[in-house]
């Protein structure tokens, strides 16, 4: 489901890639145009998604079946568009939001091996089928992402195969429907990055609010 109303823009990628720098970059020229913007993330952005963030991103947790990992995701996307996104939609904002399905279908699905199709039909319901208008996938070798910060959270500390394996899923996810998402090279400079994704979508934007 796309909104008649609204923005949804989406940045993916794996880890390092520049998913929150683009987001802020994003955010803040829009606003300066006089859109109303919401700027959020995933997981986390609600008062239950902090503490499912906790979970499943603290080391202190340890291990987890693969399958609950997947539903607690699952349960911060439900908590977070049913009170944080699709509202601000409803209203006519544009939401740029650092990370959304395709994580989960890209970490918790390729990344952990278990049945994409099965991880996507979870997903899928758990945020009524809410789909980005763009979804701009910043893509970069696993190696060099984890160059650009230290210290690894539970699923940063995944073996390079595994990240591989993420890397790989969203760079087909992508492929498979072109009219709504963007690839672009994350060892780009940031404002040409920017510069790529405002071209990008600069025509969604008359269904856009502004102040």
């Given at each position: 489901m796309y909104?008649?109303?609204?923005?949804?823009?989406?940045f993916?990628?794996?880890?390092?890639?520049?998913?929150?720098?683009?987001?802020?970059?994003?955010?803040?020229?829009?606003?300066a145009e006089g859109y109303t913007v919401l700027l959020t993330f995933e997981p986390g952005d609600t008062l239950v998604g902090k503490e499912l963030r906790r979970i499943v991103l603290s080391p202190e947790t340890g291990a987890l079946a693969d399958r609950t990992e997947a539903l607690l995701y699952?349960?911060?996307?439900?908590?977070?568009?049913?009170?944080?996104?699709?509202?601000?939609?409803?209203?006519g904002e544009v939401v740029i939001t650092d990370r959304y399905v395709d994580s989960t279908l890209a970490y918790q699905g390729a990344g952990r091996s278990l049945d994409v199709a099965e991880v996507e039909q979870v997903a899928r319901w758990a945020t009524g089928d809410l789909r980005p208008h763009?979804?701009?996938?910043l893509d970069l070798d696993p190696a060099a992402?984890?160059?650009r910060f230290e210290?690894?959270?539970?699923?940063?500390?995944?073996?390079?195969?595994?990240?591989?394996?993420?890397r790989e899923?969203?760079?087909?996810?992508?492929?498979?429907?072109?009219?709504?998402?963007?690839?672009?090279?994350?060892?780009?400079?940031?404002?040409?990055?920017?510069?790529?994704?405002?071209?990008?979508?600069?025509p969604l934007l008359t269904r856009a609010a502004r102040r």
């Open positions: 909104t008649s109303r609204g923005v949804f823009v989406c993916e990628g794996g880890e390092g890639s520049g998913k929150s720098t683009q987001s802020r970059v994003l955010h803040d020229a829009l606003t699952a349960a911060d996307k439900a908590e977070h568009v049913e009170t944080v996104v699709l509202p601000a939609l409803v209203r763009l979804t701009v996938v992402g984890f160059t210290g690894r959270d539970r699923i940063e500390g995944e073996s390079p195969e595994f990240h591989e394996r993420v899923a969203f760079v087909e996810m992508a492929k498979a429907d072109p009219d709504h998402y963007l690839v672009l090279d994350a060892r780009a400079p940031v404002e040409s990055i920017a510069a790529q994704v405002r071209e990008r979508l600069a």
